[in-house]
């Protein structure tokens, strides 16, 4: 399928998310002032793949003649974009480090590509672990996009349901359409497609129903943020989703790498939820679907609690029952 970037000298090639699955068009980071605007229009959105856009756009920012000042500033403009993945604010930590240490332009594009390798293997090693836990025939409903869009490649939430396809497993995916910017329509019906993995797109609002009718024996989904105590903030619509498999006894998974845990925050209250512009509510590619003035709250995230997630799927293992124990425990094991 179509790669997420395309690497070159001078620039990363994003492909352009807003356009999918219509056009596929290719937008051009080469600074930190175009990987913030990538980042805060959408171009490319899912934690991971933001976080390899943001150690592009600084290490060419670094091609500049950059005083100490100035790279702290880019970093931070950059960082402002959007305020619940995570894995931005780890990328730009860890190209800040490396500069520190000594690094130049070139060093530091060599740590941007190794971003992007790390992660491509991280997601294998997610599919790896969450593979097993997919059923080996029936129904797992996903919400958002949590695959090759969003990440470097291969997937987490996806990559666990492609890792248990490769496996053998004969599984139709339910697809959440994910409003309003339709993540799940637009690009995860597109990606599975794309694998001939059989996929069957519906409304947010037809999961409980999905699940009562026993079309669902498995959800699994990604995050953009997990507090230390394992709540975790996914795309809005998350949380009804959890509450619902919850009620109806099948297993929710969350799939995400340690880059994307936050021990800083210790619950998901902690967590910024990002509030995005209300025509994305209000019209759909700039067709208007509610009257003109109407009042509207927009939040990107919510937060699922842990207690409703059945597992924790990370590239150093499971952690299940989800708790701050088990998931300190992961990063001893780094």
Not at 185 to 201: G, H, K, S, V
Request: charged share 20%.
């Amino acid at each position: 399928m179509t790669p997420t970037f395309i690497v070159t000298p001078n620039a990363l090639r994003l492909i352009d998310q807003r356009l999918l699955p219509f056009e596929e068009q290719w937008f051009d980071v080469t600074d930190a002032a175009t990987a913030h605007d990538a980042i805060k229009l959408m171009v490319v959105r899912g934690a991971p793949a933001i976080g390899v856009t943001a150690a592009f756009g600084m290490a060419f920012e670094a091609r500049k003649d950059l005083d100490d000042a100035a790279w702290q500033q880019a970093s931070a403009d950059l960082n402002a974009a959007r305020p619940t993945a995570v894995n931005l604010r780890w990328a730009l930590e860890r190209m800040t480090r490396v500069r520190a240490a000594g690094a130049d332009a070139a060093a530091l594009f060599v740590e941007a590509q190794a971003v992007l390798d790390e992660d491509v293997a991280i997601n294998k090693a997610i599919g790896a672990n969450g593979g097993p836990l997919m059923p080996r025939q029936g129904g797992i409903l996903t919400h958002c996009n949590a695959g090759a869009l969003a990440t470097a490649g291969y997937g987490t939430a996806l990559g666990v349901i492609r890792a248990a396809v490769e496996a053998g497993a004969k599984v139709t995916v339910y697809a959440d359409e994910t409003r309003p910017y339709l993540q799940g329509a637009r690009l995860t019906a597109w990606e599975l497609m794309a694998d001939d993995i059989p996929t069957t797109l519906i409304c947010d609002n037809m999961a409980a129903h999905a699940m009562k009718t026993g079309r669902i024996h498995a959800v699994v989904v990604g995050a953009d943020r997990v507090a230390a105590n394992g709540d975790a903030a996914n795309k809005i619509g998350t949380l009804q989703v959890a509450i619902a498999a919850k009620h109806f006894g099948i297993p929710f998974y969350v799939a995400a790498p340690l880059s994307t845990i936050d021990l800083t925050t210790p619950t998901g209250e902690g967590i910024p939820i990002e509030e995005r512009d209300p025509k994305e509510v209000t019209q759909l590619r700039g067709l208007p679907t509610a009257p003109e003035g109407v009042g509207v709250f927009n939040p990107a995230f919510d937060v699922t609690p842990a207690a409703l997630i059945t597992g924790l799927i990370t590239e150093q293992g499971v952690v299940s029952p989800v708790n701050e124990a088990g998931i300190r425990a992961l990063f001893a094991e780094e």
